[in-house]
């Protein structure tokens, strides 16, 4: 147990020692950001004014961040697990192999400090978030519903960094994951419905967006965040009105006509982590033996 705290100790000093890397893990929501704020976020406003009213600004503000919120989930992992590629890479892993030391006791360490490096940064881009809703006219969150969003980043954190983990068990050179990182941080915008609402796309595209694990905490940020501006602004109108809009913009998913609960988005986190942590197992297992 004390190697594995010690491991996680150096992984998390390495990380946060690397400004660089904390700057990459951050670049895909920097740049949601700026492009919200410089060229989509008016125009969205104004978009919806008309169905919206004067609480246009406090949900689109709302949905953004809660977006943002479901991208450094998995964006900040990905920087965080890249260490252990950079290990592979100056051939400090085989240190470790030669040392007394488990290859699951290894793989925890790796994994439990890309998930506690996601959950601090996602807490800084929480604070961030509320702050930006808040210069612009909007509201903090309330206490429950903060106690919703740290139990949804902790289960989502989780699922990302199982699903980065496994996958980074496949690279083998630093360079290789720094461009499938750069991919997946251009992609993740989309797949979380956040540059175009979910609504807007081809109903094969949103079939895909609604499978992508990541979205269905998007889904549960945004109910959270957007709950009490979408009360407001949709006070009185028919429930279909408000169904609808939620459907559009990501709010709520559905299959088949049926809405999603959000006990099935937790459900699909939580067996998202659980199985690519067992995946991530197995594929470590197999390397041992070849």
Do not use: C
């Amino acid at each position: 147990m004390a190697a594995v705290i010690n491991l996680i100790k150096r992984n998390l000093k390495l990380f946060f020692r690397d400004r660089t890397s904390v700057f990459f893990s951050l670049l895909a929501v920097l740049i949601i950001i700026g492009l919200y704020v410089f060229f989509l976020g008016n125009m969205m406003v104004k978009g919806y004014e008309g169905l919206l009213g004067s609480n246009s600004r406090f949900i689109i503000d709302s949905w953004i961040m809660a977006g943002i919120l479901s991208v450094t989930s998995i964006t900040t992992t990905m920087g965080a697990v890249g260490i252990m590629v950079e290990d592979k890479t100056k051939k400090i892993l085989k240190d470790f192999y030669s040392a007394p030391l488990k290859r699951s006791q290894l793989a925890s360490g790796y994994l439990i400090s890309s998930f506690i490096i996601g959950v601090i940064i996602s807490i800084v881009a929480l604070v961030i978030a509320e702050i930006y809703i808040l210069s612009n006219g909007g509201e903090l969150l309330g206490f429950m519903s903060l106690l919703k969003l740290l139990g949804v980043m902790l289960i989502s954190v989780f699922a990302s960094s199982s699903m980065v983990f496994f996958f980074v068990t496949f690279f083998k050179s630093s360079n290789a994951y720094t461009t499938a990182s750069t991919i997946i941080g251009t992609l993740i915008g989309f797949l979380t419905g956040i540059y175009i609402p979910v609504g807007q796309f081809p109903s094969s595209v949103q079939t895909v967006i609604k499978i992508f694990p990541i979205s269905h905490a998007a889904s549960l940020f945004r109910q959270i965040m957007m709950e009490k501006p979408l009360a407001e602004a949709f006070a009185g109108a028919p429930a279909k009105a408000l169904t609808d809009f939620k459907q559009m913009m990501g709010v709520v998913f559905s299959f088949n006509g049926r809405e999603l609960s959000p006990l099935i988005n937790i459900l699909v986190l939580a067996v998202t982590g659980v199985a690519f942590l067992l995946l991530a197992v197995i594929s470590i297992s197999i390397k041992k033996r070849q």
